[in-house]
């Protein structure tokens, strides 16, 4: 994994997503980070839902409901409280692919944002999301700090999934001073 830690870290994310060909085929996991970031010109799919929630905050080409394991040439992720990437809880297995997720009350506070989030989630499993040619993590705050050192840290397994991104070769994660605060 690749780090950047700097005030400019949505600028420096969105520099990456801009340099794709149109029409590449980008995965996105909306949240409250990584919605900041434009996606004009590429195909999105959607790598988590809940109720249709996220669906209705951005467009996507494809939904998580209807994605069929494509390839993704990129997959945007922002990360949990507790290490989550999608919709992926401590626990989850390295080799899921896209599936029903029951949600912890941490993952329902942090998607409030969105409204009145339900006990079940669809998302991309951590071996869908790791298959993709590049993931770009972004993370801001100090309320992601500690998930942030379980990412580059943690040992990859189902303790932290955040830390299946150690897998991968093309990884780059993208952090504000507050967020990087604990590296």
């Known amino acids: ?37 434009n996606f004009e010109g590429k195909k999105l799919i959607e790598v988590c839902d809940i109720d249709g929630l996220i669906s209705q905050k951005q467009h996507f080409d494809v939904t998580v409901n209807d994605y069929k394991e494509e390839h993704l ?53 951590i071996k869908s999301i790791c298959s993709a040619g590049k993931i770009i993590v972004l993370a801001l705050g100090e309320i992601r700090a500690d998930a942030v050192f379980g990412m580059f840290y943690g040992r990859d397994d189902s303790t932290i999934p955040a830390a299946f991104l150690q897998i991968p070769p093309d990884v780059d994660v993208f952090l504000d001073e507050a967020a990087a605060s604990k590296l």
């Not at 290490?83 to 599936?99: C, K, P, R, S, W």
């Open 73 to 125: 040439d990129l997959c945007v992720l922002g990360i949990g409280y507790k290490g989550q990437i999608g919709l992926n809880e401590v626990a989850t297995q390295f080799d899921t692919l896209t599936h029903e997720q029951k949600l912890t009350e941490s993952t329902k506070k942090e998607y409030a944002f969105l409204g009145a989030v339900s006990d079940i989630g669809t998302t991309m499993g």
């Open 1 to 37: 994994m690749r780090k950047y830690v700097g005030e400019d870290a949505v600028e420096k994310a969105q520099s990456l997503i801009d340099a794709l060909p149109p029409g590449s085929v980008v995965g996105l996991a909306y949240n409250e980070d990584t919605c900041r970031l």
